[in-house]
């Protein structure tokens, strides 16, 4: 067990969760006193010893699924872990399952055996799962799906992810999720017309509120399938390939590691929940530093005037009170496809913290160039204002293609007069000019007249200059030009600005 | 009742080995499941992870980091412990600009003064060992808690309110359960408290604290236990109400809200139905009391159009 732990760790560590080595200590001595047979209480016993931040608890369980997912009564792999794919003994194990499911729940489907089951009849235990919320026969259906649909080979060196797709394409939740409700307004429809309401009684539709909840229970069962077809998919994965090889190919980053670009739908849903507390903490720590720790140079005259009342011993000495000048900050971002979601990211933190700032004006284009600064005054949530820039900004001005060129032009024409020497300037954008002109004689100007000019590049370096990119051309006018992938590395840039 | 070692040697035990470990107790649960009946013999409703935190605090003897959204019952868990194991509960409420003297202790200076003026003929050695003697010390929260006789639990509230720097007071007490006072010598627990510090995570806590400490986070809880902690909370609710009340809250949650609704704001609204004498809910009652649930103007507008179902397909 020791060894296990030692070697659970060690992945936790590569995923990226800070663990030392006292925390190690106290997991080794907490699952003392818990019941090893318990797999729940393991888990929440090393996690609470080992992972000591919220936003760490997603990796922390993808590494224990896999670390520890053979090891647990009821979590056998039903079939044959040499050739999951295939095989009698599996198709056996599954019928039984599905079909005692079947009995526990609406007594139907029990005839569903695994060999000749039909995609119909599995989707209809799939229905009939969802509709008794029947937690043995989703399982059932879950392990009956992945066989069936994901095909599976044995010693393949992809994530799960595939199989996943895979398995979820052929049974078609969706369609699933509105056939449930559909059903579900018919019976009352039904029950109305079997025995109409007494005359002035409430009448049995479903109002839209029921219907809303009917739809948000199925969700829920639906999103609960989906989690077990994940096991499902994990399970026969480690067995195939064992832990080690899957924790690497599995492994979650962090939600400050993830690359923005390349995010998921569900990784921006993680993103933009992390985002406001990182916001929040970068305001507090900003703010405390501009109060605390910054102590002035000696202030000699006014030293040497106090010391008069010592008789010209300098008891007392005297500092310059410190003001630091806030700076102007001028947010000029590409908000086309590819780099929407990290202009977003970014216009939101710097709005958050512009406090901190004497002054943040924002400019979003494609090819066409608007100011947005008016959204996000007299807002509370910047995420409000993000909302607006997508729907109401005027960014397009002919094909809704980047086009730097024309967009600094007239940037340059219409508000380069406002850039002063105490305006910071800061370019986003991955400078994909789809081989328009690049007229970066405006950011020259722009580095002439304001005090900096940065340019953050939300694209990995390798690939700077490849292709249509021309942020080198850029890059010799900018003081600086910054990978910016990750909420981190943006953290980072933000902070150190103010 | 306090092992008392003074700095000179001159009095007091010899000072203890201090292990890696600090030495538990006598347990106070026998396992995982009593410790939830014990939760729940006092209206709180634990779940798994819960349960499972507050039994490895007790038996590994280390203190608790409980975070988590506002109002999931996060200060609720210390106190139910409290209760649950009979113990006093002191409370050690943060804020900015919280100092050594608010919580761990100080000298009597009235008194001291006062002892110096009595007895003015006395040789000063004499004098500086009785005025730096305990009677004139003030505990706060945490001396008091490391000094208490009784069992107790300790509850710093909102730890991430405090500086960084202040942060470094709590270190000693977490780890060793002892504080050190300069003049008068180590103060050592006569009893291990349970300490639990919650903290509403508006800033990162340094790591040294989080090393010290079990995590728990506490989140949101899913359909079954909301529905229960709204059955034992709210007095005389039917269990279809509490089922709709339940449902619809996590409904809301699922939207895309600036505060989603918490258990404590639940559990007024369930209060607010009953006292309505409300049976079932309809999207009018509901649109009427979400100013319950929710405390954004915009959050309430977006509800109620969602609860109407202006968006649903027919």
Known sequence: MLELLTGFVTELRAAGIPVSLTEHLDAAEALRHVPMEDREAVKYTLGASLVKSSSHWRAYETAFEIYFSLRGPGYRIAGDPDDPSSGAGSDEGEGEAAGSGGRRGQGKGGTGGGEGMTPEELADLLYQALLGANDAMMAAVARQAVTRYAGMEAGRPVGGTYYLYRTLRNLDLDRVLDRLVDQARDATASLNREAPPAPGGPETTLTPLEERLLRDEYQSRVDQLRKEIEDEIRRRLVADRGSQALAKSLRKPLPEDIDVMHATREELVALRKSLQPLSRKLAVRLARKRRHGRKGPLDFRSTVRHSLSTGGVPVDPKFRYPRPSKPEIVVIADISGSVASFARFTLHLVHAISSQFSKVRSFVFIDG?????????????????????????????????????????????????????????????????????????????????????????????????????????????????????????????????? | ?????????????????????????????????????????????????????????????????????????????????????????????????????????????????????ADSGQAWDELEGDIFSEDFLLARPLLEAIRSAEPVVLLVDEVDRVELETEALLLEILSEYQVSIPELGTVRATQIPLVFLTSNNTRELSEALKRRCLYLHIDYPLLDRERAIIETRVPGISRSLADQVARIVRSIRTLDLKKDPSVSETLDWARTLVVLGVESIDAERAKDTLHILLKYRSDIDRAAKELAGVESPD
């Open chain 1, 369 to 498: 160039i608007d100011e947005v600064s008016s959204f996000f005054e007299g807002v509370d949530d910047p995420a409000d204002a993000v909302h607006r820039i997508n729907t109401e900004a005027d960014v397009i001005w002919v094909d809704g293609h980047s086009d730097y060129g024309h967009a600094l032009t007239v940037f340059w024409e219409r508000w380069g007069e406002e850039i002063t020497p105490r305006s910071s300037v800061l370019l986003l954008g991955d400078a994909r000019n789809n081989y328009h002109a690049s007229q970066s004689w405006v950011v020259k100007e722009l580095q002439a007249r304001a005090r900096h000019v940065y340019w953050l590049n939300p694209e990995p370096r390798a690939y700077w200059n490849s292709g249509d990119s021309i942020v080198g051309e850029y890059a010799n006018h900018c003081d600086e030009v910054v990978e910016c992938r990750t909420l981190r590395q943006l953290e980072q840039f933000v902070g150190g600005l103010a």
């Open chain 2, 1 to 117: 009742m306090t092992g008392v070692v003074d700095p000179a040697g001159r009095v007091g035990p010899p000072p203890e080995v201090v292990t890696g470990f600090p030495v538990a107790g006598p347990p106070r649960f026998d396992s995982i499941a009593a410790v939830r009946e014990g939760l729940a013999g006092v209206d709180y409703l634990a779940d798994d992870g819960i349960a499972g935190v507050v039994f490895l605090a007790d038996r590994l003897a280390k203190p608790v980091l409980v975070e988590g959204p506002a109002g999931t019952g996060k200060t609720e868990l210390a106190k139910s412990v409290a209760r649950m194991t009979g113990s006093r509960l002191i409370r050690l409420q943060c804020y900015e600009g919280l100092d050594e003297s608010k919580a761990l202790y100080e000298w009597n200076y009235k008194k001291q003064l006062l002892r110096i003026q």
